[in-house]
């Protein structure tokens, strides 16, 4: 989707860089770029090194930048773009695990606001600076996530976990992700990060859908898990809202 949206807007000027944030790098990353077949730069961040420099604390995020190099939106929900043709949802397949189905129907309730969003990028994409949707450098530092010193102390904790598990020190890596989940509690990046490395499943995608063994959740190292925490604060809340 996000491929046929840049080879549209390309002619124009516009170019979509994306950025797959996984520790995992290569090995997590490489299945989906494959199959979405990028004619755009598609590159890896296993530090996660653009949630430290942009504020990105959840997926899928944009940031749009101009011409000169300039932020003109900072982090914000990005919805997938609309697909006209793209007919009705496939339904989930009979075997499918309970908590996968359990999932997808809690991330159905996730609101966004896909229109609104691509409305305004076609805007900005057809009138640059002159777009209502580019907003002022002052605009931006305005919307821009403050950083105290406990976030920083966060990020610092999520990056030496990250160098700790790609040096395979799993559980000396679960007490700094614990760390960078408590100082940095709005981040569902660095959550969904170290949730997916405890259990890591026979490919990628099976990765996202791990949790705690209802059998023997004590096993399980830390506070939450997606579906918990989804639950705990609710669909309307796991977005911020988008704005004009």
């Keep these: 989707m996000w491929r046929s949206l840049r080879d549209e807007l390309h002619p124009k000027g516009f170019e979509l860089v994306t950025v797959g944030l996984d520790t995992l790098g290569d090995a997590g990353c490489r299945p989906f770029i494959e199959a979405a077949q990028p004619t755009h730069p598609s590159l890896i961040d296993r530090h996660h090194v653009l949630a430290e420099l942009l504020g990105v604390v959840n997926i899928p995020s944009s940031v749009w930048i101009d ?22 949802r496939l339904a989930m397949p009979p075997d499918a695990p309970q908590r996968m189905v359990d999932m997808m129907a809690e991330a159905a309730k996730i609101r966004r606001d896909t229109e609104a969003y691509h409305s305004a990028l076609r805007d900005w994409v057809a009138l640059g600076a002159d777009s209502r949707f580019a907003l002022s450098p002052d605009e931006v530092i305005e919307r821009s996530r403050p950083r105290d010193a406990d976030k920083a102390r966060g990020h610092a904790h999520f990056q030496l976990a990250a160098q700790l598990e790609m040096d395979g020190h799993h559980a000396a890596a679960v007490q700094h992700f614990r760390e960078a989940h408590r100082l940095v509690p709005d981040s ?14 026979p490919d990628a995608l099976a990765r996202f859908w791990q949790g705690p063994d209802p059998k023997s959740p004590e096993a399980w190292p830390y506070e939450g898990d997606w579906l918990s925490d989804f639950r705990k604060i609710g669909a309307e809340k796991y977005n911020d809202p988008w704005r004009p």
């Design 67 to 88: 011409e000169n190099g300039m932020i003109v939106r900072p982090a914000e929900v990005a919805p997938a773009p609309p697909q006209p043709n793209s007919g009705p």
């Design 188 to 201: 569902w990046t660095f959550r969904r990060q170290a949730w997916s490395l405890e259990k890591v499943g």
